[in-house]
């Protein structure tokens, strides 16, 4: 799903909009501000949270808390000391709202906040996707100071300055769970990554950072590939008993607003036309362009209830005549899991980080494929982590990310030496195969853990001790 203007990792509903045209979802560049900075302290405020009925400690978040810590070696590190000290976790999300509820339990006592929207609420948006991702690592690295920042929605350059911020609060790690798909090419390339590139360092520095993201949910509404002409200029989605399929049909899962995005270099050319399948109407039609070094096309649009759409793709310039495809806030047809990682997770300098199940096998949503010959994602992480203040665990890749941000805390902690590329190295050891269940392209170097013996006692059946 889509929240008002930002693409998500982590499906949440949003306000009905009512949008029936086609929309260009280049990104807007301007001069970034730098609005509320706050060092917010548990009890300086308490603010009631929209979803507060859902403020529920069940009685089995514990156990499989305990469990799931113990299977990463979690536990052994922290009966050692080293518990994150010393290390600041940056959290780049839009859903913080009541987060100073959760201040002393969920959260640190003390936290550092600041808002890069142009209204300088953090918690404008009614989400507490933020919260859970902080909470995630909270738990894994108790004693690692916590930064929360979010942006203005579609301004990657606001984007850029929160991550420019929690730099210069010194912040090592950075974890993202939220996906910006035109943001990039869809292949780790365009002027934001490059400037995420300067920010962050070339990693074989001491003070370089290391960014973390989700992989995405995008795998079974995504499709890539080069673009086959069908005869009347359209790209054909699948060929097979003699009949070429040019048009891919969009289902919606609701009422909430559906965005056609598609990705690709900037010097190639595309066009999406979106049409109702039902009434035949059309709903809008645009052509890619370059939007920070990259090109892309968006056609947003409210649903209506009962109505299926059909997009059609057109080639108006070419170049390497590959694109990336993905719908949010509903199903594709014709799709393919492979490539299907977005920005900020396709990029080389970003660990990406899938989602697996208790199997080790990767969950049918989580974003996969090798990028520019590379490993992506790098890693995969169990899904849900059990929420200690509410009923429902934390899923999605948005919960998998946080989990390797908070277990490369840990071990900076211990080797405060290290650099990013030492850490990854160290990260790439440690993490167990998954190939019994799921190919490499799918879980990379695979089940994020610690180095430590004590994960033999309670493995799952797939893990070899």
């Known amino acids: 799903m889509r929240g008002a203007r930002t693409r998500w990792g982590f499906l949440v509903p949003v306000p009905a909009i009512l949008v029936c045209a086609a929309i260009v979802s280049a990104p807007r560049l301007s001069h970034p501000v730098a609005p509320s900075a706050a060092v917010v302290r548990a009890g300086s405020e308490r603010a009631a949270t929209p979803d507060a009925s859902q403020f529920v400690t069940t009685a089995d978040a514990q156990p499989q808390r305990s469990e799931l810590l113990e299977q990463m070696g ?76 979010n942006w203005e929605p579609e ?12 730099r210069q609060e010194g912040a090592q790690i950075l974890s993202c769970s939220i996906i910006m798909p035109t943001w990039s090419d869809c292949e780790g390339h365009g002027r934001i990554h490059e400037e995420l590139i300067r920010l962050l360092g070339p990693g074989d520095r001491a003070g370089d950072a290391l960014f973390v993201a989700s992989a995405g949910n995008t795998a079974q509404r995504h499709w890539s590939g080069p673009f086959q002409d069908g005869g009347d200029g359209c790209h054909v989605w699948k060929s097979g008993d003699d009949a070429a399929f040019t048009e891919n049909a969009i289902h919606p899962w609701g009422s909430e607003r559906v965005s056609v995005e598609l990705c690709c270099p900037a010097r190639d050319g595309f066009e999406v036309v979106v049409s109702d399948a039902t009434s035949r109407r059309l709903i809008g039609r645009t052509r890619s362009a370059d939007g920070a070094g990259a090109g892309s096309a968006v056609v947003a649009f409210m649903p209506k209830p009962g109505h299926d759409y059909r997009v059609h793709v057109r080639q108006v310039r070419k170049a390497s005549g590959r694109f990336h495809l993905v719908v949010l806030g509903g199903s594709l047809r014709y799709a393919s899991c492979s490539g299907s990682i977005p920005f900020p997770g396709d990029g080389p300098e970003i660990l990406a980080v899938g989602a697996v199940d208790r199997t080790g096998r990767r969950l049918s949503y989580s974003s996969c494929g090798r990028k520019n010959g590379g490993t992506k994602p790098e890693f995969v992480a169990m899904v849900p982590f059990p929420s200690g203040w509410r009923s429902r665990p934390f899923a999605g890749t948005s919960a998998a990310a946080p989990q390797v941000a908070a277990l490369a805390a840990l071990m900076w902690s211990r080797h405060a030496e290290w650099n990013p590329r030492q850490l990854r190295d160290a990260l790439n050891k440690a993490a167990h195969p998954c190939s019994r269940n799921s190919p490499v392209w799918q879980t990379g170097h695979g089940l994020i853990r610690l180095p430590t013996a004590s994960v033999a006692t309670l493995q799952p059946a797939w893990m070899d001790p």
């Open 155 to 166: 301004h990657p350059d606001q984007f850029l300055a929160a991550v420019r911020w929690a």
């Open 74 to 149: 979690v536990r052994a590190w922290h009966a050692r000391g080293w518990r994150g000290r010393g290390l600041k976790v940056a959290v780049l999300d839009s859903g913080f709202s009541g987060y100073r509820t959760h201040l002393g339990e969920a959260l640190p006592r003390t936290v550092k906040t600041h808002s890069f929207r142009f209204d300088g609420n953090l918690e404008a948006k009614d989400s507490q996707h933020g919260i859970l991702c902080a909470e995630v690592i909270h738990t894994l690295a108790p004693e690692a100071e916590i930064l929360l920042a």
